[in-house]
Protein backbone atom coordinates (compact mmCIF):
# COMPACT_ATOMS: atom_id res chain seq x y z
CA UNK A 1 0.00 0.00 0.00
CA UNK A 2 1.30 3.48 -1.31
CA UNK A 3 1.77 5.61 1.68
CA UNK A 4 2.34 9.52 1.57
CA UNK A 5 2.58 11.54 4.80
CA UNK A 6 2.62 15.40 4.48
CA UNK A 7 3.92 17.42 7.04
CA UNK A 8 5.38 20.95 7.82
CA UNK A 9 2.92 23.16 7.07
CA UNK A 10 2.02 26.13 8.81
CA UNK A 11 0.97 30.19 9.28
CA UNK A 12 4.57 32.20 8.03
CA UNK A 13 4.41 35.97 7.36
CA UNK A 14 5.65 37.29 3.68
CA UNK A 15 9.23 36.72 3.10
CA UNK A 16 9.44 34.09 5.23
CA UNK A 17 9.95 30.37 4.90
CA UNK A 18 9.06 26.88 5.36
CA UNK A 19 10.24 23.12 5.00
CA UNK A 20 7.76 20.71 4.11
CA UNK A 21 8.51 16.82 4.37
CA UNK A 22 6.72 14.16 2.82
CA UNK A 23 7.37 10.46 4.39
CA UNK A 24 6.81 7.76 2.03
CA UNK A 25 6.18 3.94 2.54
CA UNK A 26 4.66 0.51 1.22
CA UNK A 27 6.76 1.10 -2.28
CA UNK A 28 10.59 1.48 -3.20
CA UNK A 29 11.42 4.33 -3.32
CA UNK A 30 13.80 4.44 -6.34
CA UNK A 31 10.84 3.43 -8.15
CA UNK A 32 8.59 6.87 -8.35
CA UNK A 33 8.68 10.00 -9.13
CA UNK A 34 7.35 12.05 -6.69
CA UNK A 35 6.39 15.74 -6.51
CA UNK A 36 4.57 18.41 -4.67
CA UNK A 37 1.18 19.74 -5.65
CA UNK A 38 -1.39 22.33 -3.85
CA UNK A 39 -4.57 23.68 -3.84
CA UNK A 40 -5.79 26.76 -3.21
CA UNK A 41 -9.20 27.92 -2.36
CA UNK A 42 -11.37 27.52 -5.55
CA UNK A 43 -8.12 26.68 -7.75
CA UNK A 44 -7.46 23.50 -9.10
CA UNK A 45 -4.72 21.34 -7.92
CA UNK A 46 -1.45 22.53 -9.16
CA UNK A 47 2.41 20.77 -9.69
CA UNK A 48 4.31 22.67 -7.90
CA UNK A 49 7.95 20.44 -8.12
CA UNK A 50 9.08 17.17 -9.12
CA UNK A 51 11.42 14.87 -8.69
CA UNK A 52 11.98 12.18 -11.24
CA UNK A 53 13.08 8.34 -10.42
CA UNK A 54 16.24 7.66 -12.12
CA UNK A 55 16.36 9.81 -15.41
CA UNK A 56 14.78 13.59 -16.49
CA UNK A 57 14.99 16.51 -15.03
CA UNK A 58 13.68 18.17 -11.58
CA UNK A 59 10.93 20.47 -12.16
CA UNK A 60 9.47 23.49 -11.11
CA UNK A 61 6.56 25.44 -12.02
CA UNK A 62 6.99 28.74 -12.67
CA UNK A 63 5.41 30.37 -10.17
CA UNK A 64 7.51 28.89 -7.86
CA UNK A 65 11.44 29.12 -9.91
CA UNK A 66 14.15 30.55 -7.48
CA UNK A 67 12.35 29.98 -4.30
CA UNK A 68 11.17 26.83 -3.72
CA UNK A 69 13.58 23.60 -3.92
CA UNK A 70 12.35 19.40 -3.98
CA UNK A 71 15.05 17.37 -2.76
CA UNK A 72 15.25 13.56 -1.27
CA UNK A 73 16.58 11.93 1.21
CA UNK A 74 16.48 7.97 -0.17
CA UNK A 75 17.86 6.93 3.06
CA UNK A 76 15.30 7.73 4.87
CA UNK A 77 12.28 7.67 1.80
CA UNK A 78 11.68 11.91 2.44
CA UNK A 79 11.37 14.07 -0.04
CA UNK A 80 11.57 17.64 0.81
CA UNK A 81 10.23 21.15 -0.32
CA UNK A 82 11.99 23.90 1.03
CA UNK A 83 10.47 27.01 0.50
CA UNK A 84 11.93 30.33 0.49
CA UNK A 85 10.66 34.19 -0.07
CA UNK A 86 6.76 33.01 0.66
CA UNK A 87 4.68 35.06 -0.92
CA UNK A 88 0.48 35.41 0.10
CA UNK A 89 -0.19 33.59 -3.36
CA UNK A 90 1.44 30.33 -1.87
CA UNK A 91 -1.18 29.82 0.31
CA UNK A 92 -2.45 26.58 -0.34
CA UNK A 93 -2.75 22.79 1.23
CA UNK A 94 -0.18 21.08 0.08
CA UNK A 95 0.30 17.33 -1.42
CA UNK A 96 3.07 15.09 -1.66
CA UNK A 97 1.79 13.09 -5.05
CA UNK A 98 4.06 9.69 -6.40
CA UNK A 99 3.67 7.37 -9.41
CA UNK A 100 6.27 5.00 -11.04
CA UNK A 101 5.34 5.31 -14.85
CA UNK A 102 3.94 9.29 -15.10
CA UNK A 103 6.85 11.71 -15.35
CA UNK A 104 7.79 15.26 -13.67
CA UNK A 105 6.47 16.87 -16.89
CA UNK A 106 3.52 19.58 -16.68
CA UNK A 107 1.08 17.42 -18.64
CA UNK A 108 1.73 14.24 -16.58
CA UNK A 109 1.90 15.26 -13.26
CA UNK A 110 -2.04 15.44 -12.88
CA UNK A 111 -2.01 11.55 -13.61
CA UNK A 112 0.16 10.71 -10.71
CA UNK A 113 -1.99 7.84 -9.24
CA UNK A 114 -0.87 8.37 -4.88
CA UNK A 115 -1.49 10.83 -2.66
CA UNK A 116 -1.04 11.52 0.29
CA UNK A 117 -3.33 14.35 2.95
CA UNK A 118 -2.39 17.37 2.46
CA UNK A 119 -0.90 19.99 5.01
CA UNK A 120 -2.04 23.60 5.41
CA UNK A 121 0.62 26.28 4.58
CA UNK A 122 -0.76 30.27 4.85
CA UNK A 123 1.07 33.54 4.04
CA UNK A 124 -0.17 36.30 5.50
CA UNK A 125 0.96 39.89 3.84
Known amino acids: DVQLQASGGGLVQAGGSLRLSCIAS????????IGWFRRAPGKLREGVAC????????YYADSVKGRFTISSDNANNTVYLHMNNLKPEDTAVYYCGADPIFGCRPLALPLFGSWGQGTQVTVSS
Open 26 to 33: GFTFGDYN
Open 51 to 58: IPNRDGST
